[in-house]
């Protein structure tokens, strides 16, 4: 190829990029008129309906950031908040329930936030005719994953609705932790030269669920990864001070995670496709459904962006712990193109990872 023609590619490859860079810094604007389950996906119909609608309603600084948890401090404390809501379907799928997936996911959202999980809130929505043995399974796994987790269930609340109205059951938490944790953690916070690491392979709780659901005859030996991860989380904040920003890929998966840290950083994020951790069978799984494991939901994983000369230490903390056994760097930060996530794919070719508008697999958690 020519230095012309290289020049010519080059060109129509930035005309690309700044025609996505300008679509995505246009002003959040809900279209539709009627909600969608995209718009719980993790995706860019979530994004959306966040900052037009909540976000225009709710903004201060406490809620700005939008992480996982919000930041606060009372009578020289520091102490993060989070709340969240489960409506995972089914309730029962190999490897936990929404029972252990509420407290497991609550607990992550803190842990991430550099807290140290302290009490956690429960209530339940539950569908007029619920079985009590299921609801009984499901509060006794709820009870076992906050012992394993060293948190304490201390206020909740029930709610009965009609026959049809509520698929049986749904839980909303909320959870309060102790930041313990000296450095700020945040997406704003990545810098160029920074490491991308994940805590283990990928998407395999969103495809155990697509699985559980009995839809699709695919025969896979998978099981959720749901777990709690703050111990994990504390041994890599304690070997690699360099921590940017650490994050549980639930929703949206990797990718959305990924162009999380794009976007607040203004930086670029390079991943080596070859890198990433998938299980053969989720990735088989995946093929079949024609669904990329980037954006499959996780729920035992973490992901973290460290500076580029704690990479090796982040690493080895991570192996260290059971939870993070087949963790990997996957990706570098860079400069250069703002605001993208850039996938060096396995044939030798590069392509743009984007959000997704909705979610192949919806309520997953």
């Known amino acids: 190829m020519t230095g012309t023609e290289l020049s010519t590619q080059d060109g129509r490859e930035q005309l690309v990029l700044d025609r996505i860079d300008r679509v995505r810094r246009a002003p959040a604007r809900v279209r539709g008129e009627r909600v969608t389950l995209a718009h719980g996906s993790g995706g860019k119909a979530t994004h959306t309906l966040i900052e037009a609608i909540f976000l225009e309603a709710f903004r201060n600084p406490l809620l700005e950031p939008l992480d996982d948890a919000a930041q606060l401090r009372l009578d020289g404390a520091r102490l993060a908040l989070t709340t969240d809501s489960f409506v995972v379907s089914p309730l029962f799928f190999p490897g936990g329930n929404i029972g252990d997936l509420a407290v497991n996911g609550t607990v992550n959202d803190l842990a ?84 991308v690491l994940v805590s283990g392979p990928i998407g395999e709780h969103g495809v155990t669920i697509m699985l559980a659901r009995g839809e699709l ?29 650490l994050r549980d890929a639930t929703r949206g998966g990797v990718a959305t995670v990924l162009n999380e840290v794009a976007a607040a950083a203004n930086a670029a994020v390079v991943v080596d496709e070859d890198a990433v951790p998938v299980r053969t069978e989720v990735r088989g799984a995946c093929e079949l459904l024609g669904i990329d494991p980037l954006y499959v939901a996780c729920e035992g994983r973490i992901m973290a962006v460290v500076d580029g000369a704690q990479a090796d230490a982040a690493l ?50």
């Open 316 to 365: 080895a903390a991570m192996r260290g712990h059971r939870l993070g056994e087949g963790a990997a760097v996957i990706g570098r930060v860079r400069a250069e193109p703002p605001g993208m996530v850039l996938l060096n794919t396995a044939f030798g070719g590069t392509r743009v990872v984007d959000l997704l508008v909705g979610d192949p697999l919806p309520r997953i958690c």
């Open 217 to 245: 005859e695919i025969d896979a030996e998978l099981t959720s990864d749901t777990a709690a991860v703050h111990g994990l989380v504390a041994g890599l904040l304690a070997a690699a001070p360099g921590v940017r920003m």
């Open 112 to 195: 991430v936030s550099g807290a140290t999980p302290k009490y956690l809130t429960a209530s339940f929505i539950l569908e007029e005719g619920f079985e009590v043995a299921d609801l009984r399974r499901v509060v006794e796994s709820m009870r076992n994953a906050a012992r394993v987790a060293g948190v304490d269930v201390v206020t909740g609340d029930t709610k009965v609705v009609q026959r049809g109205k509520a698929d049986g059951c749904y839980i909303n938490t909320a959870g309060i932790g102790v930041v313990s944790h000296p450095g700020e953690l945040g997406a704003a916070t990545v810098r160029d030269g920074d490491a």
